[in-house]
């Protein structure tokens, strides 16, 4: 993590913005390991599907 905060800043990231974003990746994929959202979004994805071969 301190080696991707090193590397993002060397590429012009400002410290807040690199831990912003990171705090945001580690939120969404603990909500993505959920499992009432990860059943949420498959049935969503199968509601599309649907709707697309009709």
């Given amino acids: 993590m301190l080696e991707l905060l090193g590397d993002?800043?060397?590429a012009g990231?400002?410290?807040d913005e690199v831990?912003?974003?990171m705090i945001e990746v580690a939120e969404n994929?603990?909500?993505a390991m959920?499992?009432?959202v990860l059943l949420s979004v498959e049935t969503e994805l199968r509601k599309l599907m649907k709707k697309k071969d009709v």
Avoid: E
């Fill in 13 to 15: 990231w400002a410290k």
């Fill in 8 to 10: 993002a800043q060397v």
């Fill in 34 to 36: 959920h499992p009432n």
């Fill in 19 to 21: 831990l912003a974003a």
């Fill in 29 to 31: 994929t603990n909500l």
